[in-house]
């Protein structure tokens, strides 16, 4: 069974780092484009990064661009997003999904995207 699963979301200090990581089972997570989203309480889900398949290319919302690092292990079969000096914005519950990407100049979806149950983030003092 195809599934998606978040994990490494906890409580921060503003400055500080989390890595979050979003496993793969029942198929090939290098074979998508895969989206990272988050949802902060209240807001809409908004995209904060991308990553291609094939070359890997990645992308990032302006919000967390030079802060955030995307990146795969196939050997896992693994996407990670490093977070560094987090802010109280970057607050929420963040979801991986394949096939997903919703970032300015980048725009991926369809209808049989994967979505894991979220991992939350909560950055404070």
């Known amino acids: 069974q195809a599934r998606l699963v978040e994990s490494g979301g906890g409580l921060v200090q503003p400055g500080g780092s989390l890595r979050l990581s979003c496993a793969a089972s029942?198929?090939?997570?290098?074979?998508?484009?895969i989206g990272w989203f988050r949802q902060a309480p209240g807001k809409e889900r908004e995209g904060v990064s991308c990553i291609d398949s094939g070359d890997h290319t990645t992308h990032y919302a302006d919000s967390v661009k030079g802060r955030f690092i995307v990146s795969r292990d196939k050997a896992k079969n693994t996407v990670y997003l490093q977070m560094n000096t987090l802010k109280p914005d970057d607050t929420g519950v963040y979801y991986c999904a394949t096939d997903a990407c919703s970032l300015s100049g980048r725009h991926v979806s369809s209808s049989r995207s994967y979505w894991g149950q979220g991992t939350r983030v909560t950055v404070s003092s």
């Open positions: 029942g198929f090939t997570l290098d074979d998508y484009v």
